[in-house]
């Protein structure tokens, strides 16, 4: 509604799929989208994640969640087998995201896939992130926040039921039409740019154009670029930034760009998880001035870890480094 305060109990959230979403050979069918009105902004807005969440609501038997009023206490839902219960989390509230995913499973099925939010979400924190499986965020617009203001920690989804498509022949060709047009581009194609280097392939051809958000905007060019890029990433530039350990991606996608990484060297070593993508490379990286790939990419796994979204988190310090260097 209009004059509805976003972290009121009148605000409504809804998690939704999409038509392709769990069906095996359709073009990216492992996304989701989270939709309500924005803390932010005060309009309606939509967040989008990938992963395997997405595919498990539809196996669970459910396109779509609707989420209204507020919880009294902290609770989760678990979504399984075309039932849903509504959990106490009273346990959980303040834990991180990668302790509630764990936890949750352990209390549901092991094969579950967990929706959380971690502490900033609870505190109705602006830069706050829905996290899923882990690694995944729909980060924008501050619908983490929303969730918070539910008292919703999070919620589990799992089933074995397959997505039904009413036209099979339709569809199959459908399938052959998108995947050749993933075939037939440089960008998406096996072994392409996405593939190969995955969003981090942006960072160099951004920066070439002038354009890579840098030190809180004041500039599109970042001179230490090449040590925060996807070919860096992938082993191609200085050795110690060589942290990618496999490439994988969203369920049944077959670009396969996201990477999973592990810091093998210096303070961070240890640290390993998806990530960093394009957007955290600039907002965590160029945009706060730090051509360091493994301060970035540690920088990204606390945000994950924690439910923050990278880019309005990297904005928010460049700007206040900008303002402490003007004497603001």
Known sequence: PRRVNPLSPKNIMVFATGPLTGIRGAPCPGRYAVISKSPKTGAITDSQSGGEWGPYLKFAGFDYIVVRGKSPDPVYLWVHDGEVAIKDADDYWGDDAYGVTDAIKNDTHEEAKILCIGPPGEKESFLSAIMNDKYRAAGRSGLAAVMGSKNLKAIAVHGKRKVPVEDKAGMNKAKKEGIQALQDSDVTKPEGGLNTYGTAVLVNVINENGVFPTRNFQTGVFEDVDNISGETMAGEGPEEFAILEKRTGCWGCQIQ?????????????????????????????????????????????????YGLDTISTGSTIAFAMEANERGL
Do not use: F, M, Q
């Open 257 to 305: 760009c996201a990477r999973y990484t592990k810091i093998k060297s210096g303070p961070y070593k240890g640290k390993e998880g998806e990530g960093p993508e394009y957007e955290t490379l600039w907002s965590l990286g160029a945009d706060t001035g730090v051509g360091d790939l493994n301060a970035v990419a540690a920088a990204n796994w606390l945000c994950n870890k």
